[in-house]
């Protein structure tokens, strides 16, 4: 588990963070205010594009993104049957797209084990690009704008970067492209190999180098160490947990029946490697991110964790604004740890996820202002972060 931070100094640059409602700066300054480990701006992440408002993984929802001000768009990368890499948050199809309603499409539904969990779907690798392209993307949360369900298709990663290739040439400046593989292990199961395919595409983009605006992400380690032997691209170490625990520590011990990769990378899983992404929070853990990879991409939670108050002691977090529901906006920030400041030591970059404006995502400090939150992780020197909102992160920044 991390070992909690107990500087007064950056105890109190939180809470000041959380309070302040200074958001002026400079967005298009390389000089930043923050204690980032280049000493520039952090990075503004489009989260599968302008996915609080359009529905995520398009082109329209990416242009949207650039056209809000994201540095980086993320396309999360899968492959169909026929070997071509497309932009799915999942292997699965039915919470993002209209597959469902398309009679034609029925019987490729079928049951497939992702990550230690057989989920009922329609995957990707059952369609050809094809099949893809007959599709709609559709909004996957409920909350969120519904009225652009059914109009736009399931773009390639050829097609993302072109867009920013195209996008960069109009704003004269360098949208860069945040690749995941998604679900590496399953993918070489099914001889699809997605590395060396994400590999050749940067290639025939010219963007298969270290100074290229690319970072490539993943929850697995081998194929990031795979990649890192086969290319000099910038990469970053996905880290995950299960759940938060009421008092704020970090539960990576998966139930019986849940998704294992919560807790630990997958192929180490299969490879009979007990560790989990804790791991990647100590220095060891740290120095080994350091032999292939230029930073780590924690979920929020592993650097400003959150505690719940349990006063029936029924074991569950209170409903503390009794909106008749629990979720984020019932549990309380605590003392931010020491991960950046350790993984700033080794030189290595600190990217954060996922970050949203809704009510019941933000945590009670907050007081229901997502700028207070972005601000928090700006002043502990996060180099980069994801988000739904992008023109929310550039106001905050």
């Not at 768009?73 to 497309?86: A, F, H, K, N």
């Not at 029924?314 to 909106?323: L, Q, T």
């Not at 950046?340 to 202002?369: C, D, M, P, W």
């Amino acid at each position: 588990m991390i070992l909690r931070n107990t500087f007064f100094s950056i105890v109190a640059l939180f809470f000041t963070a959380c309070n302040n409602d200074d958001n002026s700066n400079n967005v298009d300054s390389q000089s930043s205010k923050y204690p980032t480990l280049s000493g520039e701006n952090p990075l503004i992440v489009a989260h599968r594009g302008a996915s609080g408002y359009l529905p995520e993984h398009t082109i329209a929802s990416y242009t949207k993104a650039i056209e809000l001000g994201a540095d980086f768009i993320e396309p999360d990368l899968v492959m169909t049957l026929d070997g071509v890499l497309v932009v799915r948050h999942e292997p699965m199809l039915s919470g993002t797209t209209n597959v469902a309603d398309i009679p034609a499409f029925a019987s490729k539904k079928t049951t497939k084990n992702i990550d230690g969990a057989m989920i009922e779907d329609w995957f990707v690798s059952d369609f050809t690009l094809l099949e893809i392209k007959q599709l709609k993307a559709k909004q996957a949360f409920i909350e969120r704008p519904q009225q652009f369900n059914n109009l736009y298709e399931v773009p390639t990663f050829a097609e993302v970067i072109a867009l920013a290739k195209e996008k960069s040439a109009q704003l004269g400046k360098t949208i860069g492209i945040y690749p995941e593989t998604k679900h590496p292990s399953f993918h070489e199961a099914l001889n699809l190999n997605i590395s060396d395919k994400l590999l050749e595409e940067l290639t025939i983009a010219g963007w298969n180098s270290a100074t290229s605006p690319v970072y490539v992400q993943s929850f697995e380690v081998s194929n990031l160490q795979y990649i890192r032997s086969k290319s000099s691209v910038k990469i970053i170490q996905l880290l995950s947990c299960y759940d938060v625990a009421l008092n704020g520590d970090l539960i990576f011990d998966v139930p019986n029946g849940e998704i294992i990769s919560n807790g630990q990378p997958y192929d180490w899983y299969l490879q009979g490697d007990n560790r989990n992404f804790s791991f990647f929070t100590t220095d060891e853990g740290l120095d080994f991110v350091k032999t292939y990879a230029n930073g780590i991409g924690p979920w929020k939670p592993f650097i400003i964790s959150y505690k719940g108050t349990d006063a029936n002691n029924d074991g569950f977090a209170d409903d503390m604004n009794a909106d008749g529901k629990i979720n984020d906006a019932d549990k309380e920030a605590i003392t931010p740890t020491d991960l950046i400041t350790k993984a700033h030591s080794r030189g290595l970059q600190v990217h954060a996820y996922t970050f949203r404006n809704e009510s019941r995502r933000l945590l009670s400090n907050y007081h229901n202002n997502p700028i207070a939150e972005y601000q928090a992780f700006y002043q502990l020197g996060l180099d980069g972060l994801f988000t739904d909102f992008t023109d929310t992160a550039v106001t905050a920044r």
